[in-house]
Every structure is written in C-alpha cells, then in structure tokens.
C-alpha cells in the first residue's frame, strides 16, 4: 500500500517520465563556462592557466581544504579565460579523456580512504549541493539513510532517470555508504506511478534485510527532507539522524570508489511548456543553460526556472552554466502557461 502525509497536493506530471523513456545528449557547445563558486560561499582557486589544454576529467579547480570540492572540465580543448568566479574552456570536439584506473579491491579501504576518494572525484549531493564526503563524515550514527528515487515537482524527473537501469549500481554503493557511516538500516523511496523502478528494487532487495522498500504516493511537496523523514520513520526530521542521497549522487560515489571517476556531467530535466515535450538529457557540466533549452526546442523562453516550478529561481541570463547540483531546467516561451501553484505555500 503506498503511503502519503496530511496536506499533500496532486498536481499534474509534466515530467516526461516513463519507463520506456530514454535520457538524450545535447548537442556540443563551443564554449564551456565552469563556476568557481560551486555550491559554497567560497570559490575555488584555479589550477590552469589561459592556453592550457585540459580533457575531459582534468582536475581545474580546487582549494587547500578538506570541505573544499574540486571541479572537473567536462570537455576537452583550451581554456581561454580564467577569472575569481569562471573558467572557460573552447571546445576542440576531440573527447579526449584523463584515463581512470579501477580500484582493485574497495574492502580494503579504510573509510578515510574511502571519503578522501569521494572528496577527490569532486561529487555533491544534488539536492542540496552539500559535498559528499561531509555528508559521510558525520561523527554521529545515523538510524537511517533514505533514498529517495524520486522528486515530487511536477516538472522534475531527473532522479527517476538516474534510479532506471541502476538499481544494482545504487544498492551496490547504498551498501558501501552504510558501511562508511555504520548505519544498520535505510529506506528505499519510490513514488507509486513508477512501477518499473519498484519492480527493479525489490527483486534485488529480496534478500537483503537492512534495506526496506516504500512505495509513496506521487504527491507534492513529498521529497522535502522534513516530509520524507516523517512519513518514512514517523519521526520529526529534528528529532531523528538521517542522511539522505540521491540516486545519481550514491551512482557518483560507486563510480569514483571502482573507477576513480570524477563528476563530469549531470542528468537534468528540461519542461515547461506543453507544447513542447520533456526531456532528461545527461549533461556535461559548464554547458551554458540557453544551448540545452536550444536543443529542447526553447528559442527565446520569456521565463526561464532553474529547480523545481514551485520553487525554483528564475533566471534571465542564460549563458548560466550546468552546476554538479542543477536538477532541472523549466522553460516558458509564453509565461502564461506558468501554472498558479508555482510559489505556492505548503
């Protein structure tokens, strides 16, 4: 039976999820724009120079501290500009790539190891942008990791793309995490329009008992950390210790922890109106905001949203570049479609 809260509200999907859906490339842009200021007040220090050649997966930016989250160019070519807030990179459209070496045996880490390795590969939670190595290395023991494959916008479906054909991926890391945070018990979310993704889960969880499955009512504003803590344990988020993750960034550790791989890219969702089919493209971190709306039909948007279409923020330059925490894009060509909900108190 799924589950819902007191005061949720049943909006239209305007996702384009289905599970015969597929996640797009968008088309390469010439230039790639990649913000210093990530997801902290503090920006990072450049590690290259006007004229340097850098690949996909060159390490570009870092600060001499722990909390600090390095940044990766997502493109291969030339850097030709370095700024306090901004590094640019040319495209030369040859893809090449810094070559990763799998981890041999990931039993044999310590946990500092293995956070240090999580820090390295420069991953955030895309929820909020916290960097994940912090959230790991909380000193208390959290009851629960939840993991919600789901985001309760009615325009955003990007955490359902990264859960499908992953399931393995994401428990395989879940199982990891836990370790690292010596947490005996999490709690897998999943809407109930997303059957495919409940099927996947319980047939590899069938043997798993720290790992319990829930099926929750696509209802907004669901995945809000303190609604998500309460429906799940019953608990108010302020009087229980969670640690939530979503299923691309537990993805991105797997993939730094085995491959030592460093996030690149994005999966992102771009909406709006109904005219024009939604879309979730993975994206390339730095690629400008106005050549994904481009390749999504979105010419000249009169109102641009970057988040959710309840709270997102509202953009008018659209050269912004793609963040390691941008989920969506939400486009209008005509703002009268801009539904009334939107900055709607719940």
């Known amino acids: 039976m799924s589950i819902s809260f007191r005061g949720a509200k049943k909006y239209k999907k305007?996702?384009?999820?289905?599970?015969?859906?597929?996640?797009?490339s968008p088309l390469p842009a010439p230039v790639y724009f990649f913000n210093l200021v990530q997801n902290t007040d503090v920006a990072l220090s450049p590690l290259v120079e006007v004229g340097d050649t850098v690949e996909i997966g060159s390490k570009i930016?870092?600060?001499?501290?722990?909390?600090?989250?390095?940044?990766?160019?997502?493109?291969?070519?030339?850097?030709?500009?370095?700024s306090d807030t901004f590094i640019c990179v040319e495209n030369n459209m040859k893809y090449t790539a810094v070559q990763t070496q799998k981890t041999d045996d990931i039993d044999s880490l310590t946990t500092r190891e293995m956070l240090?390795?999580?820090?390295?590969?420069?991953?955030?939670?895309?929820?909020?942008?916290?960097?994940?190595?912090?959230?790991?290395?909380?000193?208390k023991t959290p009851e629960y990791i939840?993991?919600?494959?789901?985001?309760?916008?009615?325009?955003?479906?990007?955490?359902?793309?990264a859960s499908l054909g992953n399931t393995e991926k994401i428990l395989k890391s879940l199982n990891?995490?836990?370790?690292?945070?010596?947490?005996?018990?999490?709690?897998?979310?999943?809407?109930?329009?997303?059957?495919?993704?409940?099927?996947?889960?319980?047939?590899?969880?069938?043997?798993?008992?720290?790992?319990?499955?829930?099926?929750?009512k696509a209802r907004y504003p669901q995945s809000r950390d303190d609604i998500l803590v309460k429906t799940l344990t019953g608990k108010d988020i302020d009087k229980i210790n969670t640690v939530i993750l979503s299923p691309e960034t537990l993805c991105n550790i797997y993939d730094a922890l085995t491959l030592q791989k460093p996030v690149t890219e994005k999966i992102i969702t771009v909406s709006g109106d109904d005219i024009l089919p939604p879309n979730n493209y993975k994206v390339p971190i730095g690629l400008p905001v106005s050549s994904l709306l481009h390749d999504s039909g979105y010419t000249s948007p009169e109102t641009v949203i970057v988040g959710g279409i309840v709270d997102g923020r509202q953009i008018t330059d659209l050269d912004e570049p793609i963040?390691?925490?941008?989920?969506?894009?939400?486009?209008?060509?005509?703002?009268?479609?801009?539904?009334?909900?939107?900055?709607?108190?719940i």
């Open 116 to 139: 240090w390795i999580i820090r390295e590969a420069g991953i955030c939670e895309v929820r909020n942008g916290i960097p994940a190595h912090i959230l790991l290395g909380t000193e």
């Open 323 to 345: 963040t390691s925490s941008t989920n969506s894009i939400i486009a209008f060509n005509d703002s009268s479609n801009i539904p009334k909900y939107r900055k709607e108190l």
């Open 61 to 82: 930016a870092d600060l001499e501290s722990y909390d600090a989250m390095p940044l990766y160019s997502s493109v291969s070519g030339i850097v030709t500009s370095v």
């Open 14 to 24: 305007h996702n384009g999820f289905d599970k015969s859906a597929e996640i797009h």
């Open 146 to 161: 939840i993991v919600p494959t789901f985001d309760s916008d009615p325009y955003v479906s990007s955490p359902q793309f």
């Open 176 to 216: 990891i995490v836990m370790k690292i945070l010596n947490t005996k018990k999490a709690i897998i979310a999943v809407e109930n329009n997303t059957k495919k993704i409940f099927s996947d889960f319980k047939l590899n969880l069938r043997y798993n008992e720290n790992i319990s499955l829930c099926s929750l």
